[in-house]
Nanobody
Framework: QVQVVESGGGLVQAGGSLRLSCTAS????????VGWFRQPPGKERERISC????????YYANSVKGRFTISRDNAKNTVYLQMNSLKPEDTAMYYC????????????????????WGQGTQVTVSS
């Protein structure tokens, strides 16, 4: 069975930093691209970042560009999301997900589908 588990969420003050981790098992980790998504209460889910199988390609949504950094350590089957300069509007449930084995965030110029999802970790940023 494929299992994806997020960790590292919590409460942080505005302007602070937090690092989320996403660990996957049950798959060949370096075959997969991994994305980070977030969903504030009452709002649509947003893809905020993605990293290719070897870390060679990264993507950031404009809402987090310059503040968040995605990285991966394939030896640990883990992807990280370093979040700096946090704002109250970053408050959301954060999810990570693995693609379907293509290994890239975009294929043929189109966003890939993500097949394996974690349960999420809550991030709350206070003023």
């Amino acid at each position: 069975q494929v299992q994806v588990v997020e960790s590292g969420g919590g409460l942080v003050q505005a302007g602070g930093s937090l690092r989320l981790s996403c660990t996957a098992s049950g798959l060949t980790f370096d075959d997969y691209a991994v994305g980070w998504f977030r969903q504030p209460p009452g709002k649509e889910r947003e893809r905020i970042s993605c990293i290719s199988w070897n870390g060679g390609n990264t993507y950031y949504a404009n809402s987090v560009k310059g503040r968040f950094t995605i990285s991966r350590d394939n030896a640990k089957n883990t992807v990280y999301l370093q979040m700096n300069s946090l704002k109250p509007e970053d408050t959301a449930m954060y999810y990570c997900a693995a693609d379907r084995g293509g290994g890239y965030c975009f294929i043929g110029g189109r966003r890939v589908d993500f097949g394996y999802w974690g349960q999420g970790t809550q991030v709350t940023v206070s003023s």
